[in-house]
C-alpha cells in the first residue's frame, strides 16, 4: 500500500495547473484491467479526476517519457516521480536528453510495486480487481466471492525486492518523506551465476534468451535506450529480425543492448518489468554494473548530473582485459 | 593427408599505426605465424566496436583478438584506453554468458614487435585450436 494517496497527488496537480506553474501532468492511467497501469498525459483537471490512476502498479518510469513528451508541451510538465525514477531522470540530463527548465518535478515516495504475475501465481486468473488495505492486496476474482488477501511483499517485482533507493535525487519538490540508499542484495544473483561453471551458465543463458520474441519492449521502455535512430533497427545490423533465425541471434541482441546501456544504467529494472517472456534482463545490466564497481570503483548512474560514465572514461592503470578473469575467481 | 583436419579461423582486428606495421615487420622477418589468422586493419583498436567481435562470432570465427598500441603509445592519443575498458566489459559478459574465454583476447603490439606479433598469433591459435569449434556463437546460415 502506497503511503501517498491518489486524491494527495491528483490536488497536488491540481493547484499547479490552475496557478499556471504547468501547463500538462505526466500521471498514470488505468489500461483495460487495474493491474495495467500506462503513462498518459492529462490537461486539465477533470481529466485528472477521471482517469489518474496511483496504486501498487504504477511501476512506468517517466524519465524517458519526458524526451518526447516535453517537446510536445508548450510549458512545464508536471511529472511524478518515484525514488528509483530520479536516477533516470539526472541520468537523461546529464546526457542533455530533455531540457530541465521544461520539467517541474514532484517526488513521491515509493513503497514498492506489485507484480502482477506473482499475484496470478498466487490468485489464479480471472482478477477482476484489486484493492489494497494496510500491507495487503485484496484480489477480486471471478471464481469466489470473497477476495483473496496477499501480502504486498510477497508479491513485490523483482527490483523493488532489491530496492536499491528510497532516496529522491532530484525533484523540485518532495511530496511525503525522504528515504535513504539501502544496502540491497542485488548482485547476490549475479554471483550465484558467476560461481556456475560455464556449461551451466550457458545452458541457463540459453534457457532465458531462447525464450526471447524480438519484440524490443525492452529497449523501448529503457530510460537509458533514448537513440532516435537505433541500431537494431538497421536492416543490416544481422539482428533486426522478428523470428530468430538461430539461437546466436537474441544473444547478439541481448549483449548490444545490455552493452549499449553499460554505464549509464540505473538499475531501475523497467527491462525486466516490461518483458512479456519473463526474462531477467537485469541480471545482464547488473553485471556491468558489478564489474564496472569492481574494475573501475563504485559508480551509481544518475546520482548526481554531470558525472562521467566510466565507459565514455579511462585511467592510465585500468585492469587489462587479460586481468578480469584473474579477479573473478577460477572456474573455467 | 588428412583432409577434414580441423583448422581455427581466427579474427585478427589490427590498429594501423602498430599492431598492422607489426604484422608488416614479422613479415619481414620471415617470422611464422599460422595462416588461420585473418587480419581485419582498423583505424584504431577503439574503432572496434563490441559488434564486431559478436559478428566475427556469428558468422564462424573459432577466435577473435584484438591488437592495439601498447597503453600511452596511441596514435589518437587515447584510443586504446577505451579499447581496453570496453573489451574488459564485453569479454567479461561474454564469460557471464559461458562462453569460453580463451576465444577472446586483447594484445598490445607495437610497430617493433614482429616477434611479439607472431609469438602471440602462434599461442592464441593453439589455445583457440585446442578449444576446437566455436559452436556456442555460430551462425548456421553462414557456414563455411
Same mark, same amino acid.
Given at each position: 500500500?502506497?503511503?501517498?494517496?491518489?486524491?494527495?497527488?491528483?490536488?497536488?496537480?491540481?493547484?499547479?495547473?490552475?496557478?499556471?506553474?504547468?501547463?500538462?501532468?505526466?500521471?498514470?492511467?488505468?489500461?483495460?484491467?487495474?493491474?495495467?497501469?500506462?503513462?498518459?498525459?492529462?490537461?486539465?483537471?477533470?481529466?485528472?479526476?477521471?482517469?489518474?490512476?496511483?496504486?501498487?502498479?504504477?511501476?512506468?518510469?517517466?524519465?524517458?517519457?519526458?524526451?518526447?513528451?516535453?517537446?510536445?508541451?508548450?510549458?512545464?510538465?508536471?511529472?511524478?516521480?518515484?525514488?528509483?525514477?530520479?536516477?533516470?531522470?539526472?541520468?537523461?540530463?546529464?546526457?542533455?536528453?530533455?531540457?530541465?527548465?521544461?520539467?517541474?518535478?514532484?517526488?513521491?515516495?515509493?513503497?514498492?510495486?506489485?507484480?502482477?504475475?506473482?499475484?496470478?501465481?498466487?490468485?489464479?486468473?480471472?482478477?477482476?480487481?484489486?484493492?489494497?488495505?494496510?500491507?495487503?492486496?485484496?484480489?477480486?476474482?471471478?471464481?469466489?466471492?470473497?477476495?483473496?488477501?496477499?501480502?504486498?511483499?510477497?508479491?513485490?517485482?523483482?527490483?523493488?525486492?532489491?530496492?536499491?533507493?528510497?532516496?529522491?535525487?532530484?525533484?523540485?519538490?518532495?511530496?511525503?518523506?525522504?528515504?535513504?540508499?539501502?544496502?540491497?542484495?542485488?548482485?547476490?544473483?549475479?554471483?550465484?551465476?558467476?560461481?556456475?561453471?560455464?556449461?551451466?551458465?550457458?545452458?541457463?543463458?540459453?534457457?532465458?534468451?531462447?525464450?526471447?520474441?524480438?519484440?524490443?519492449?525492452?529497449?523501448?521502455?529503457?530510460?537509458?535506450?533514448?537513440?532516435?535512430?537505433?541500431?537494431?533497427?538497421?536492416?543490416?545490423?544481422?539482428?533486426?529480425?522478428?523470428?530468430?533465425?538461430?539461437?546466436?541471434?537474441?544473444?547478439?541482441?541481448?549483449?548490444?543492448?545490455?552493452?549499449?546501456?553499460?554505464?549509464?544504467?540505473?538499475?531501475?529494472?523497467?527491462?525486466?518489468?516490461?518483458?512479456?517472456?519473463?526474462?531477467?534482463?537485469?541480471?545482464?545490466?547488473?553485471?556491468?554494473?558489478?564489474?564496472?564497481?569492481?574494475?573501475?570503483?563504485?559508480?551509481?548512474?544518475?546520482?548526481?548530473?554531470?558525472?562521467?560514465?566510466?565507459?565514455?572514461?579511462?585511467?592510465?592503470?585500468?585492469?587489462?582485459?587479460?586481468?578480469?578473469?584473474?579477479?573473478?575467481?577460477?572456474?573455467? | 593427408?588428412?583432409?577434414?583436419?580441423?583448422?581455427?579461423?581466427?579474427?585478427?582486428?589490427?590498429?594501423?599505426?602498430?599492431?598492422?606495421?607489426?604484422?608488416?615487420?614479422?613479415?619481414?622477418?620471415?617470422?611464422?605465424?599460422?595462416?588461420?589468422?585473418?587480419?581485419?586493419?582498423?583505424?584504431?583498436?577503439?574503432?572496434?566496436?563490441?559488434?564486431?567481435?559478436?559478428?566475427?562470432?556469428?558468422?564462424?570465427?573459432?577466435?577473435?583478438?584484438?591488437?592495439?598500441?601498447?597503453? #600511452?603509445?596511441?596514435?589518437?592519443?587515447?584510443? +586504446?584506453? =577505451? *579499447?581496453?575498458?570496453?573489451? !574488459? @566489459?564485453?569479454?567479461?559478459?561474454?564469460?557471464?554468458?559461458?562462453?569460453?574465454?580463451?576465444?577472446?583476447?586483447?594484445?598490445?603490439?607495437?610497430?617493433?614487435? #614482429?616477434?611479439?606479433?607472431?609469438?602471440?598469433? +602462434?599461442? =592464441? *591459435?593453439?589455445?583457440?585450436? !585446442? @578449444?576446437?569449434?566455436?559452436?556456442?556463437?555460430?551462425?548456421?546460415?553462414?557456414?563455411?
Amino acid at each position: 500500500m502506497q503511503k501517498i494517496t491518489r486524491e494527495q497527488l491528483i490536488d497536488k496537480a491540481v493547484s499547479l495547473l490552475s496557478d499556471g506553474t504547468v501547463e500538462c501532468v505526466l500521471g498514470w492511467e488505468k489500461g483495460q484491467f487495474d493491474y495495467d497501469i500506462t503513462p498518459a498525459v492529462f490537461n486539465d483537471e477533470n481529466e485528472l479526476r477521471e482517469n489518474f490512476v496511483w496504486n501498487d502498479f504504477c511501476g512506468a518510469n517517466f524519465s524517458k517519457y519526458l524526451v518526447s513528451k516535453t517537446r510536445k508541451c508548450n510549458g512545464k510538465m508536471l511529472v511524478f516521480l518515484k525514488p528509483c525514477d530520479t536516477y533516470s531522470f539526472n541520468q537523461l540530463l546529464t546526457e542533455h536528453r530533455f531540457d530541465r527548465e521544461k520539467v517541474y518535478a514532484v517526488g513521491i515516495p515509493c513503497e514498492g510495486m506489485a507484480d502482477i504475475d506473482k499475484i496470478k501465481a498466487a490468485c489464479g486468473d480471472g482478477i477482476i480487481s484489486i484493492d489494497a488495505s494496510g500491507d495487503k492486496l485484496n484480489v477480486h476474482t471471478l471464481y469466489s466471492d470473497e477476495p483473496i488477501s496477499v501480502s504486498a511483499e510477497s508479491v513485490f517485482a523483482e527490483r523493488c525486492m532489491n530496492c536499491k533507493s528510497k532516496k529522491h535525487v532530484a525533484y523540485d519538490e518532495l511530496l511525503g518523506e525522504d528515504g535513504d540508499v539501502i544496502e540491497s542484495h542485488r548482485f547476490d544473483e549475479v554471483a550465484e551465476i558467476e560461481a556456475m561453471t560455464p556449461d551451466e551458465r550457458f545452458a541457463f543463458w540459453q534457457n532465458e534468451l531462447s525464450r526471447c520474441i524480438r519484440c524490443n519492449a525492452c529497449r523501448d521502455a529503457c530510460p537509458a535506450c533514448t537513440c532516435e535512430k537505433c541500431v537494431f533497427d538497421n536492416p543490416n545490423s544481422g539482428v533486426e529480425n522478428k523470428a530468430a533465425a538461430n539461437s546466436f541471434e537474441e544473444k547478439m541482441f541481448h549483449i548490444i543492448r545490455a552493452f549499449h546501456v553499460a554505464g549509464r544504467c540505473t538499475d531501475c529494472g523497467e527491462c525486466s518489468r516490461v518483458c512479456p517472456q519473463h526474462i531477467p534482463l537485469h541480471l545482464l545490466n547488473r553485471k556491468f554494473i558489478k564489474d564496472i564497481n569492481s574494475f573501475y570503483g563504485d559508480y551509481q548512474a544518475g546520482a548526481e548530473v554531470g558525472t562521467r560514465a566510466p565507459l565514455v572514461d579511462y585511467t592510465t592503470d585500468d585492469l587489462e582485459p587479460g586481468e578480469v578473469f584473474e579477479r573473478g575467481g577460477d572456474n573455467a | 593427408m588428412q583432409i577434414n583436419e580441423y583448422k581455427p579461423l581466427i579474427v585478427a582486428f589490427c590498429c594501423n599505426w602498430c599492431s598492422y606495421a607489426g604484422a608488416d615487420l614479422a613479415g619481414n622477418n620471415r617470422l611464422n605465424y599460422p595462416a588461420d589468422v585473418k587480419i581485419i586493419r582498423v583505424p584504431c583498436s577503439c574503432r572496434v566496436n563490441p559488434m564486431f567481435v559478436l559478428r566475427a562470432f556469428q558468422r564462424g570465427a573459432d577466435g577473435v583478438i584484438i591488437c592495439g598500441c601498447h597503453p #600511452g603509445d596511441c596514435h589518437y592519443t587515447s584510443g +586504446n584506453y =577505451f *579499447t581496453r575498458r570496453r573489451m !574488459a @566489459l564485453l569479454f567479461s559478459m561474454l564469460d557471464y554468458l559461458g562462453i569460453e574465454r580463451e576465444r577472446t583476447r586483447v594484445e598490445w603490439v607495437s610497430a617493433a614487435e #614482429g616477434a611479439k606479433f607472431a609469438a602471440t598469433m +602462434n599461442d =592464441f *591459435t593453439e589455445k583457440v585450436a !585446442a @578449444l576446437g569449434e566455436n559452436k556456442r556463437l555460430e551462425d548456421l546460415r553462414c557456414k563455411r
